[in-house]
């Protein structure tokens, strides 16, 4: 499932304990709605001729000095995350790793967002005691959420999931501008 309830958002809720299960759900659905934003506000700026590049939820960024360490004792299962794609993705020049804290629902949460040189990423979610509420690959705004194995395991391949083939077409960037 690309970006929202169905199935296969449900089907990826898997090992995910059933009392966070609703709030996994409304998690991923708001991250949707901060990545079509975010990616919204970059193709309006381009389509103007202004310059398209916006720190994607800047102030909620985590920066720490030796970022190879868990200088802001983030939990294990976070900074793990974090470890994993640095080595993955950032020691390979393959792209970018960052980490960012964020009220959603009230609740904080940790959002790990990974993008490549080109359009494509990953997104994972934690609540503030590094449970996972959600793993899902990324093609600038569409998610196509999935099990944890499943998404790292595209790591390696940098292939796209059946779910988004076809998200160059899919994406706002490959669509006509309306006039």
Not at 3 to 32: K, N, Q
Not at 145 to 156: C, P, T
Request: proline fraction near 4%; include cysteine.
């Amino acid at each position: 499932m690309v970006s929202g309830f169905g199935s296969s958002a449900l089907w990826s809720l898997r090992g995910i304990p059933s009392a966070h299960a609703r709030h996994a759900l409304e998690v991923r659905e708001e991250f949707g709605r901060i990545l079509l934003e975010h990616v919204s506000d970059a193709y309006r700026r381009h389509l103007s001729g202004q310059d398209a590049s916006r720190p994607f939820l800047n102030g909620d960024r985590l920066q720490w000095e030796r970022w190879r360490e868990n200088q802001l004792h983030l939990p294990r299962s976070v900074f793990d995350s974090y470890t994993f794609y640095l080595a993955a993705i950032h020691d390979r020049d393959l792209g970018s790793v960052r980490v960012y804290r964020k009220r959603c629902h009230g609740r904080p949460v940790y959002a790990l967002q990974v993008t490549t040189d080109g359009d494509s990423g990953w997104l994972e979610l934690y609540d503030e005691n590094g449970l996972l509420l959600g793993a899902g690959r990324t093609y600038l705004e569409l998610i196509a959420w999935d099990r944890l194995d499943a998404v790292r395991g595209q790591v390696q391949s940098m292939e796209l999931p059946p779910a988004l083939r076809d998200a160059p077409s899919r994406t706002l960037w490959g669509k006509r501008p309306r006039d």
